[in-house]
């Protein structure tokens, strides 16, 4: 090995020390809080905590379309939907919706992501308990820190197991049942079973991790409120 390969080598290494010893403080802080991965403890419960409040409290019939914050809405005819109202179509579903043609199935997805909500605690609490902790410093820095972690870690995962659930949810409610037997309808959405169901995925995951860090934030302000001994001294 020339002189050349080996300096770089040593620097490399120096590097490498560096690094460690920069992360050093906030890994034993993280295991001190006694969670040496997230799924172990500590911010696992946390999240499992702030995953089951937030999905009961969506799951409560009326919650989606209550709040405007995370409502469904009908997928725009371009194939993007936003989450809560963005997710609305302008002039032409105003229009629509005047004539009652769209206002009974934008309830019915709202209904269907409740519905898919109360059935997806365990896919979420079998996310949470794969995560590692791998960015303590940004985790323990945020008031929502441990839900991004998963919403970055997790979401493309999350949103593949929780998109059948919406279709049987969409099924249940009647929703892909209204569509296909108005010709009107569907012309106006520009949709079909697919689609709709790609988009009320997509918004209702948005607005459950709205809510997840909400139920975060909150708990990380009364760490010795209703969820008691479990987040003691992790704050």
Known sequence: ???FSNELSRR??????AAGAAALPFMRLAHAAGFPGIGA???????????????????VPGAFFGDPAVRIGLPTGGGSSGGG????????????????????????????????ALQAKPV?????????????????GKSDGATQYLHTS???DLHHKLRPMIDDALGQVGAFRMLESSTQ?????????????????RQALNGIF??????????????MGPAGSVLKGMF
Request: hydrophobic residues 45%.
């Open 1 to 3: 090995m020339t002189d």
């Open 12 to 17: 490399a290494v120096l590097i490498a020390l």
């Open 41 to 59: 403890g500590g911010f696992g419960t946390l999240l499992n905590h702030a995953s089951d409040s937030a999905l009961n409290k969506l799951g």
């Open 85 to 116: 109202l963005g997710g609305m179509l302008g002039g032409v579903m105003s229009a629509g919706s005047k004539f009652g043609l769209t206002d009974g199935l934008t309830h019915k997805l709202n209904q269907a992501a409740g519905v898919a």
């Open 124 to 140: 979420f609490h079998t996310a949470i308990s794969h995560l590692s902790l791998s960015d303590a410093p940004g985790i323990i």
């Open 154 to 156: 997790a979401g493309p």
């Open 185 to 201: 309808l569907s012309a106006l959405i520009g949709a079909g079973r697919d689609k709709l169901g790609e988009s009320v995925t």
């Open 210 to 223: 709205t809510y997840i860090a909400a139920e975060e934030r909150r708990l990380r302000a009364n760490p």
